[in-house]
């Protein structure tokens, strides 16, 4: 099996990274950063995102797997104390895979040039260079809404647990193929209405969403966040692709939500 190891670069994981690297080769796997079977992750759920689009170009081929050395990673299932039992994981036993949906963006421009297509794995933002959003809503061809406010969060199930999360979006299982459109800050008043609640968009619907002027926008794909101008319309959907985690134990969905937001003191 050929393996990459990603790490956050501070001492503690990049030390990680080189002891996990031996211990591996030790056991006659092949380190290939250009085409691993697997990614390993060392640090937090940043880490694991930056690595996600380091290799979104072969996700059916590679899967991924987080160690995290600072609070607990929600994409992260190992820790530092468990990595010699990792190691004999990787080295020995055939991993289930577990695959979760993923965003894909694609912005198109008026004078039509080329455009753009994103793969998100937690989810993209539109905001406006200056002043407010003002773009019309459009959901399976139809017009729902036009918002006016700072902006809208496109988010997949995994990354409805970040940024969505602190906007009062809904906390959404991953095994349900969808998108989650949440708002930033509205404006609502007697002239400008809009729905004011996050909408949970099924994986056949797509979402397009058009300024109602030329305007340049900046679009954030996870972490990354890119100047658009003259744009004329964003349209987003659940991918045909998805993102593949290597699973070597157990770790349910909704434990993670509860160690990450609730804590171990309301356990029975």
């Not at 902006?151 to 979006?169: D, Q, R």
């Not at 949970?200 to 058009?210: A, C, D, N, S």
Request: glycine share 8%; charged share 25%; aromatic share 8%.
């Amino acid at each position: 099996m050929k393996f990459a190891i990603t790490s956050r670069g501070d001492q503690t994981s990049n030390a990680l990274r080189m002891k996990m690297k031996n211990y591996l080769l030790d056991f006659d796997l092949v380190f290939d950063e250009a085409e691993p079977d697997i990614v390993i992750s060392i640090g937090g759920d940043g880490t694991l995102l930056h690595a996600f689009h380091q290799y979104q170009h072969r996700l059916s081929e590679t899967a991924f797997v987080g160690v995290h050395t600072g609070h607990l990673g929600f994409y992260a299932d190992w820790v530092p104390s468990e990595v010699e039992k990792l190691v004999i994981e990787l080295a020995r036993t055939p991993f289930s895979v577990v695959e979760y949906p993923i965003l894909e963006t694609i912005v198109r421009h008026i004078d039509g040039g080329k455009e753009s297509m994103y793969l998100s794995l937690n989810e993209t933002t539109i905001k406006a260079t200056e002043g407010s959003l003002v773009i019309d809503v459009e959901i399976k061809g139809q017009k729902f809404e036009t918002f006016r406010g700072d902006g809208l969060c496109i988010s997949t199930p995994s990354g409805s647990t970040a940024y969505n999360k602190s906007l009062g979006g809904a906390i959404i299982h991953p095994s349900i193929e969808a998108i989650q459109v949440a708002e930033m800050a509205s404006i609502n008043n007697r002239v400008f209405r809009t729905i004011g609640s996050p909408l949970i968009l099924p994986g056949h619907h797509t979402l397009l969403l058009r300024p109602k002027e030329a305007v340049d926008l900046l679009v954030t794909v996870d972490h990354k966040t890119i100047l658009h101008k003259d744009v004329k319309s964003i349209q987003c959907r659940v991918s045909d692709e998805k993102v593949r985690f290597a699973r070597y134990r157990p770790f349910p969905f909704w434990n993670r939500v509860r160690d990450s937001f609730v804590g171990n003191d309301n356990r029975e």
